[in-house]
């Protein structure tokens, strides 16, 4: 027993392989020393969470070099090993492969960074991480009736990027265009109706017109692309039961539902100060007079 200890451990390849333990052990020690420190001296939060991976990727291709060194003159024996099975490990690994080539593409190609808010495979959320084999998400919708968190989070294979759509929401402008609708009910005055949506519109929405005009004109003059106006649009249809009034315009994915509330409660307001000159619609049922009816009995 003693002697086949005694030659496992003078084994040269026992002892390269303790070496690699050791090195992979202070390399990954030092990594994350240098992420605990970036996580309490760096605030901003993209910056924090780029230099994070970035040590950890650095980390990774440290101890691929560590082994390497180590291990270069055992690689001439294990080269016919390698190449038989190489055929054998790239079809049972195909799917870590592909997650490794989505990964790449992501990284590279710009499809969706952290902070954006992205479908995929009939999943929606925002990105919290970037891995080379999954990207976290925090879901929104499902159960919740709105693009709002709905507390659960999803991993996302990478390789899903080869064969699905990839919708970005904040690729490359951050905003979306919406609407609402509002039924207003027929004989109110329509042109009162229209201003108070008008000016209730561009009163919410100020901020994010100043402050993406400039983004929206960058992409519109990189991009084989029409012009769009960032401005409020109100646009009006009707029909037997009410005149409609339609709302189109901008506003960021994450803050859609806050954004239709305050359109709504300040379109509501604007109403009920005209004292009834404009009414919201509703669905009524009228009964009409039922016609008399005329029963004759024959006796037989």
């Not at 390269?16 to 001296?41: T, W």
């Not at 060194?69 to 799917?95: K, M, P």
Request: with cysteine; aromatic share 10%.
């Amino acid at each position: 027993m003693d002697s086949l200890i005694s030659n496992l451990t003078g084994h040269p390849l026992f002892i390269k392989s303790v070496a690699a333990i050791l090195a992979m052990l202070l390399i990954l020690s030092l990594v994350r020393f240098a992420q605990a420190i970036i996580s309490v001296k760096i605030e901003d939060k993209d910056l924090r969470y780029k230099m994070r991976k970035a040590f950890s990727l650095a980390g990774y291709a440290l101890m691929l070099v560590a082994a390497i060194v180590i291990f270069s003159d055992q690689f001439t024996n294990l080269a016919v090993i390698i190449g038989a099975l190489s055929v054998g490990i790239g079809f049972a690994l195909r799917e870590l492969i592909q997650g490794l080539i989505g990964w790449a593409v992501v990284s590279f190609g710009g499809l969706y960074k952290t902070g954006d808010r992205i479908q995929i495979g009939g999943v929606m959320g925002d990105v919290i991480d970037i891995g080379p084999l999954t990207t976290t998400v925090m879901e929104c919708c499902a159960w919740v009736k709105s693009d709002l968190y709905n507390g659960r989070v999803v991993f996302l294979s990478n390789s899903l990027i080869l064969r699905e759509h990839v919708f970005n929401y904040n690729a490359d402008f951050p905003f979306l265009w919406d609407e609402i609708v509002i039924p207003v009910r027929t004989g109110s005055d329509h042109r009162l109706a229209r201003a108070i949506i008008e000016t209730t519109g561009k009163t919410v929405l100020a901020e994010i017109m100043e402050a993406e005009k400039d983004t929206w004109s960058n992409f519109v003059h990189h991009h084989s692309t029409d012009d769009e106006t960032l401005e409020p649009v109100v646009t009006m249809s009707f029909d037997a039961n009410w005149i409609e009034f339609t709302l189109r315009y901008i506003v960021y994915p994450q803050v859609r539902r806050n954004t239709k509330d305050k359109l709504f409660s300040g379109i509501l307001a604007g109403f009920e100060g005209t004292h009834g000159k404009v009414q919201v619609a509703s669905a009524n049922m009228q009964l009409t007079e039922i016609p008399a009816l005329s029963l004759h009995l024959q006796k037989d």
